[in-house]
């Protein structure tokens, strides 16, 4: 009986890692009923440099803020890849009359924005040192990004919005029709 009893012990371990392999198993890899499927790894497109901004399409933000400078959305570069993210064209003109032209990106999954080109005066696109994806910080310096996502882009708690409904949400928050 008792050399019973000590095969019976030694095997109880060894149940428990069989038994726990073979639900792992059964389980598809998911550790919780409730847990979500597996996300699909994100993969970015390459997206196509836009036509240089004109005026006539510029929609002016408001960022509400004792900014020298303005900001404005090209409303024809706006748009909303498969990959998630939404692209646009940034122009920033300051008190002096210097401008900043800039195709750029922002991830909503991640809270991100990326720049992908700079306007030169001549109205060519150059891609820039650097693309990597940076985080958006609600500051000063930053205040367009953070504005875009979270007023326009990505709004917490609500259906991310298409194209459309951008372009009419930043023509409304600027007064025009």
């Known amino acids: 009986m008792a050399a019973a009893s000590r095969l019976v012990r030694s095997c109880i371990p060894l149940f428990f890692v069989v038994t726990g392999i073979a639900l792992g198993g059964c389980a598809g890899g998911r550790t919780s009923l409730f847990e979500e ?3 699909p790894v994100w993969k970015e497109i390459e997206p ?3 036509a240089f901004p004109e005026s006539a399409n510029l929609i002016p ?3 509400a803020s004792a900014s ?3 900001s404005f959305v090209d409303e ?3 748009t909303l890849a498969e990959d998630g993210v939404v692209r646009f064209t940034l122009v920033v003109r300051g008190a002096g009359g210097a401008q900043n032209v800039s195709f ?3 991830r909503c999954d991640t809270a991100e924005r990326k720049l992908y080109a700079i306007g030169r005066g001549d109205k060519e696109w150059v891609r820039p040192r650097t693309d990597e994806w940076q985080r958006i910080r609600d500051n ?3 205040r367009q990004y953070a504005l875009l996502a979270k007023d326009f882009f990505c709004p917490l708690g609500s259906i991310r919005p298409n194209r459309d ?3 009419q949400s930043l023509r409304q928050a600027a007064g025009l029709r």
């Open 76 to 78: 024809k570069s706006l």
């Open 104 to 106: 750029e990106g922002i």
């Open 48 to 50: 196509a440099l836009p």
């Open 140 to 142: 000063a310096f930053n």
């Open 37 to 39: 499927e597996a996300k």
């Open 61 to 63: 933000l408001d960022l």
């Open 165 to 167: 409904q951008i372009v």
């Open 68 to 70: 020298t400078s303005s």
